[in-house]
T-cell receptor, first 111, second 118 residues
């Protein structure tokens, strides 16, 4: 089955700096890669996603890149703000249409 | 409001109790899910429903019993739980394709029920 590894597990950045979270997957048939943000006391919220026919997608300060050859995808947050502090999860939908989540990255933005 | 509402937000129950978790979605989605979230583990899929039919049961112990009376409501009935069942239980919904669950669409999650088994 699909295996998704996410790094780092924790990340601290100064306000205004960029943050990058990386995920690798094992199933070459995976075709959909969403990212979720989970704030304290809330459920995960979809923030951006990318499909396997696209290499990069951007939405304001958030971008996701996908390298199908290397089987990894990354979340980039620019000009970080304190409200970006949360746990971020990546996920991959594999060839058997199974969704596998990463273990999460706790991002702390220091004012 | 995310469009997926879960109640209660917190639940403490003894191992011999019976309780139910409720989920309601107002998004017109065809598919609904129960996930278990434990510390330092990836989200674990428990059950998947599409148009009120259970399409997946991920080897979940029988002390967890799901129910989907219609495409907007989902329940998780709990009985004789163990302390290791303490976790955040998340309900989610997503668009479907008729009777089929399309996993390549994002989920809308509820805020979860924090369950503590004592």
């Amino acid at each position: 089955g699909e295996n998704v590894e996410q790094h780092p597990s924790t990340l601290s950045v100064q306000e205004g700096d960029s943050a990058v979270i990386k995920c690798t997957y094992s199933d070459s048939a995976s075709n959909y890669f969403p990212w979720y943000k989970q704030e304290l006391g809330k459920g995960p919220q979809l923030i951006i996603d990318i499909r396997s026919n696209v290499g990069e997608k951007k939405d304001q300060r958030i971008a996701v890149t996908l390298n199908k050859t290397a089987k990894h995808f990354s979340l980039h947050i620019t000009e970080t703000q304190p409200e970006d502090s949360a746990v971020y999860f990546c996920a991959a939908t594999g060839g058997y249409q199974k969704v596998t989540f990463g273990i999460g990255t706790k991002l702390q933005v220091i004012p | 409001e995310t469009g997926v509402t879960q109640t209660p937000r917190h639940l403490v129950m003894g191992m011999t109790n019976k309780k139910s978790l409720k989920c309601e979605q107002h998004l017109g989605h065809n598919a609904m899910y129960w996930y278990k979230q434990s510390a330092k583990k990836p989200l674990e899929l428990m059950f998947v429903y599409s148009l009120e039919e259970r399409v997946e049961n991920n080897s979940v112990p029988s002390r967890f019993s799901p129910e989907c009376p219609n495409s907007s409501h989902l329940f998780l009935h709990l009985h004789t739980l163990q302390p290791e069942d303490s976790a955040l239980y998340l309900c989610a919904s997503s668009p479907g394709q008729g009777a089929f669950v399309a996993y390549n669409y994002g989920y809308t999650f509820g805020s979860g029920t924090r369950l503590t088994v004592v």
